[in-house]
């Protein structure tokens, strides 16, 4: 081998030695192999479909309702576009052209929001389809994706309605420090349960509840972070840019936020499999495969099952091998040995609830895949 090649594998031994190093390697690879930029491209533009009927629905309602309390209609509707803390002042200043029709505006509101969050609990449907490599064969029918989206139109709504009032009862400055402390540790445990939800109802019912939670714990922490940083950055950088671009500084603004916030929920979602399925540490060059390269090989063999009768018999050939062994040894891995072998049938065991996918090994041990 070169020298450059010779370099390139002792960085990969060098991760794959270090615990650290070959969990964030290897999660970052998990996220491109399942093509996570896509999905959260695709999300990013379910969610700008659907907070903009919401944005309409909330001020159109807000017009109607209390009409006579115009105080307490801009607090609510502070509280919730502080959701949004890149554009959400910008947002706050044009809402009231929207409010000379209300019936109108309440009509397009309630038809745009159901279409986007269709759209919207359609793509988390997908995105926990993919992370968890669930053959086509055990996808959810019609229906059930239907009454999926509707739970999650229902959990979306009921945390909005919460993260609002907090947003409101936390908003940063004129309380002690103690009591801002308190009300962001009381808006991440919020944030938790709405992802809780969120990947309760999306995720399909073979992955046990238990398996959700280090994702959702993440994804809540994370979000209540973004937000944060969101909030200062604005406060203390950002204050006049919206009024200096205008409708072109909003929008990028919205596109960079629901992006950000796309890449969170994905790589979320993807630390799930990845801790049930030990998918750590991986190889930067190939050969050899780790035994973590060969795991995930069989998952995404699996999803082509596309029908209960079809059974498929997934090997990967050659030993699992480290690069430090591979660079030890200089022994290219042998294609006459099995490595992972898994007989896929109808019971699809690697996604039973709280269990690892096992297959036999050469020695007719058995491995986790």
Same mark, same amino acid.
């Given at each position: 081998?070169?020298?450059?090649?010779?370099?390139?594998?002792?960085?990969?031994?060098?991760?794959?030695?270090?615990?650290?190093?070959?969990?964030?390697?290897?999660?970052?690879?998990?996220?491109?192999?399942?093509?996570?930029?896509?999905?959260?491209?695709?999300?990013?533009?379910?969610?700008?479909?659907?907070?903009?009927?919401?944005?309409?629905?909330?001020?159109?309602?807000?017009?109607?309702?209390?009409?006579?309390?115009?105080?307490?209609?801009?607090?609510?509707?502070?509280?919730?576009?502080?959701?949004?803390?890149?554009?959400?002042?910008?947002?706050?200043?044009?809402?009231?052209?929207?409010?000379?029709?209300?019936?109108?505006?309440?009509?397009?509101?309630?038809?745009?929001?159901?279409?986007?969050?269709?759209?919207?609990?359609?793509?988390?449907?997908?995105?926990?389809?993919? !992370?968890?490599?669930?053959?086509?064969? @055990?996808?959810?029918?019609?229906?059930?994706?239907? /009454?999926?989206? *509707? %739970?999650? +139109? =229902?959990?979306?709504?009921?945390?909005?309605?919460?993260?609002?009032?907090?947003?409101?009862?936390?908003?940063?400055?004129?309380?002690?420090?103690?009591?801002?402390?308190?009300?962001?540790?009381?808006?991440?445990?919020?944030?938790?349960?709405?992802?809780?939800?969120?990947?309760?109802?999306?995720?399909?019912?073979?992955?046990?509840?238990?398996?959700?939670?280090?994702?959702?714990?993440?994804?809540?922490?994370?979000?209540?972070?973004?937000?944060?940083?969101?909030?200062? !950055?604005?406060?203390?950088?950002?204050? @006049?840019?919206?009024?200096?671009?205008?409708?072109? /500084?909003?929008? *990028? %603004?919205? +596109? =960079?936020?629901?992006?950000?916030?796309?890449?969170?929920?994905?790589?979320?979602?993807?630390?799930?499999?990845?801790?049930?399925?030990?998918?750590?540490?991986?190889?930067?060059?190939?050969?050899?495969?780790?035994?973590?390269?060969?795991?995930?090989?069989?998952?995404?063999?699996?999803?082509?099952?596309?029908?209960?009768?079809?059974?498929?018999?997934?090997?990967?050939?050659?030993?699992?091998?480290?690069?430090?062994?591979?660079?030890?040894?200089?022994?290219?891995?042998?294609?006459?040995?099995?490595?992972?072998?898994?007989?896929?049938?109808?019971?699809?065991?690697?996604?039973?609830?709280?269990?690892?996918?096992?297959?036999?090994?050469?020695?007719?041990?058995?491995?986790?895949?």
């Amino acid at each position: 081998m070169n020298g450059i090649e010779r370099t390139v594998r002792r960085i990969d031994a060098f991760q794959q030695r270090h615990r650290v190093t070959a969990f964030g390697f290897g999660l970052m690879q998990k996220y491109g192999n399942d093509n996570g930029g896509a999905l959260a491209a695709r999300l990013t533009f379910a969610a700008l479909t659907t907070v903009f009927p919401l944005l309409l629905l909330l001020v159109t309602g807000m017009a109607i309702v209390l009409a006579d309390h115009p105080g307490l209609q801009a607090s609510v509707l502070h509280s919730t576009y502080a959701q949004i803390p890149v554009v959400g002042k910008n947002l706050v200043q044009n809402v009231h052209a929207m409010k000379r029709n209300s019936t109108f505006g309440l009509a397009v509101g309630i038809i745009g929001l159901i279409y986007g969050v269709q759209g919207f609990a359609g793509v988390g449907l997908q995105i926990m389809e993919t !992370v968890w490599y669930l053959p086509k064969s @055990n996808r959810p029918s019609y229906i059930t994706r239907l /009454g999926r989206s *509707l %739970g999650f +139109i =229902a959990g979306l709504g009921i945390g909005l309605i919460v993260t609002t009032f907090l947003s409101g009862v936390g908003t940063f400055g004129g309380h002690g420090v103690p009591y801002e402390i308190g009300a962001e540790i009381l808006a991440a445990a919020v944030n938790i349960g709405v992802y809780f939800l969120a990947f309760r109802i999306l995720t399909p019912k073979q992955v046990g509840t238990r398996c959700l939670l280090p994702g959702v714990i993440a994804a809540g922490i994370l979000w209540t972070v973004l937000q944060g940083l969101g909030t200062f !950055v604005v406060n203390h950088y950002l204050r @006049n840019d919206n009024a200096v671009y205008g409708t072109f /500084g909003t929008v *990028l %603004g919205l +596109i =960079a936020w629901f992006g950000l916030a796309a890449q969170l929920t994905v790589y979320c979602a993807e630390l799930n499999p990845y801790l049930v399925h030990r998918l750590w540490p991986r190889g930067m060059v190939q050969p050899p495969m780790t035994e973590a390269d060969q795991r995930l090989a069989v998952l995404q063999a699996t999803t082509s099952q596309f029908r209960p009768e079809v059974e498929m018999d997934v090997r990967v050939m050659g030993r699992p091998m480290s690069q430090a062994e591979f660079l030890a040894t200089g022994r290219q891995p042998d294609l006459d040995e099995v490595g992972t072998h898994v007989e896929v049938e109808n019971d699809h065991t690697h996604t039973e609830p709280g269990a690892r996918a096992t297959g036999e090994t050469k020695d007719g041990e058995e491995a986790p895949r």
